[in-house]
């Protein structure tokens, strides 16, 4: 896809036989080459709902140049002011609880019954140690990956779950500023990669599976807190079974303390497959915005987040001048050796050596 390609990719002309020149390596090659784009035309691009250059822009706050990045930022920037006035949901489940098939089916809704367009994003907490990005996979959205009214980007595969997640936190600022008004953000619910999306988004929904609903199915009490509804999924299998958990989770909601928002969790049944209450769902997030834009607190979630957002860019940059530091990277190698044998203390070594980097940046 060449939307996924980064904008300095480095390509070598195919020169497998030398003197015949196959014309489709040629057209791929030609097409690669792609010239560099302004700032101004990333962001006229970007405000005009152009897909490819929103993949290209997004493609340089996933990479980790400085050249890039500062691009990213500028480009970042002067999107800002067209983006928010969307409406940011995310998803979570336990892996196979449906939420890719959930998203096809909620996301195609949006698009074709209500004429909206949606962007759907992820923050895969397994790529870290993968290396690859399993969430938001385009092979359980074929209708929706074919809709011009949706963009899907799957999760950014390199990096700590904090840098994942700044960075589909910018990419959704970006695909809002492109006219992208509701966003849907997948996470896999084994990790701590729902509170990461749960502070990017003002809706949050647990999918979950008839059944084994006695003990809340081993979600940590944590996740519960954080959600705004669960949807029992696959309820076509057994709807009765559906129905009964449903009730089981309903009663169990009851023992937690109300929520700060004033809504009051909703339980219900749905199927991803045969689409049967996906709509509904969409109408309970609907009438959530109402319900919090109504009493403030959907403006003061998001102020709150901008906040946690800016806390975060604050310890992004403080670590990234640290770790750049030529006295930290000349100095560290030997204070984590020592750490390791034990002949220093983590937090004499730490002294050490941010006394190194604070004697530095003075002189
Ligand atoms: N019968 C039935 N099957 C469903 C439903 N929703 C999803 N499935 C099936 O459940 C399986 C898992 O669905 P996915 O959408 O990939 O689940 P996921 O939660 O995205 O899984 P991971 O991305 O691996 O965490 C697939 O075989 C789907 O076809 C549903 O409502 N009813
Ligand atoms: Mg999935």
């Known amino acids: 896809m060449s939307e996924d390609r980064p904008d300095t990719l480095l390509v070598v002309p195919p020169v497998d036989s030398p003197g015949s020149v196959d014309p489709h390596q040629a057209a791929l090659y030609q097409r690669r080459r792609r010239p560099a784009l302004t700032p101004d035309e990333y962001v006229d691009g970007i405000l005009r709902g152009d897909?490819?250059?929103?993949?290209r822009a997004i493609t340089l706050i996933e990479s980790t140049r400085p050249r890039d990045e500062e691009l990213a930022q500028e480009i970042l920037e002067r999107c800002?002011?067209?983006?928010?006035?969307?409406?940011?949901?995310?998803?979570?489940?336990?892996?196979?609880?449906?939420?890719?098939?959930f998203i096809e089916a909620l996301g195609t809704h949006l698009t074709r019954d209500r004429g909206e367009r949606v962007a759907v994003l992820a923050v895969d907490p397994s790529s870290e140690f993968s290396g690859g990005s399993i969430l938001g996979d385009k092979t359980r959205m074929e209708q929706l990956a074919a809709d011009d009214r949706a963009f899907i980007r799957p999760s950014p595969a390199r990096g700590s779950l904090g840098g994942v997640a700044r960075r589909t936190r910018e990419t959704m600022l970006l695909c809002e500023a492109a006219g992208f008004g509701n966003i849907l953000v997948e996470t896999v619910g084994v990790g701590q990669s729902e509170t990461a999306v749960y502070a990017m988004v003002d809706f949050f929904l647990l999918?979950?599976?008839a059944g084994a609903g006695d003990e809340l199915?081993?979600?940590?009490?944590?996740?519960?807190?954080?959600?705004?509804?669960i949807a029992i999924?696959?309820?076509?299998?057994?709807?009765?079974?559906?129905?009964?958990?449903?009730r089981q989770f309903a009663s169990a909601l009851h023992l937690f303390p109300p929520a700060a928002s004033g809504w009051t969790p909703r339980v219900v049944t749905c199927s991803a497959m045969t689409r049967q209450g996906i709509a509904s769902v969409w109408e309970m997030v609907r009438e959530h915005h109402a319900f919090t834009r109504g009493n403030g607190y959907f403006d003061a979630r998001r102020r709150a987040q901008l906040r946690r957002w800016l806390n975060e860019a604050i310890e992004h940059g403080l670590r990234e001048d640290f770790q750049r530091n030529p006295e930290v990277q000349r100095h560290l190698p030997a204070l984590e050796g020592a750490v390791d044998s034990g002949r220093l203390s983590p937090f004499r070594a730490a002294r050490e050596v941010l006394d190194l980097y604070r004697s530095q940046r003075k002189g």
Not at 217 to 229: L, S, V
């Open 80 to 101: 800002l002011p067209h983006a928010g006035q969307t409406l940011r949901v995310g998803i979570t489940g336990a892996p196979g609880a449906g939420k890719s098939t």
């Open 217 to 229: 199915q081993g979600i940590k009490r944590g996740i519960i807190e954080m959600t705004d509804a």
């Open 207 to 209: 999918l979950m599976l």
């Open 51 to 55: 897909r490819a250059i929103l993949g």
């Open 233 to 246: 999924n696959k309820a076509d299998m057994d709807p009765l079974r559906a129905e009964q958990t449903r």
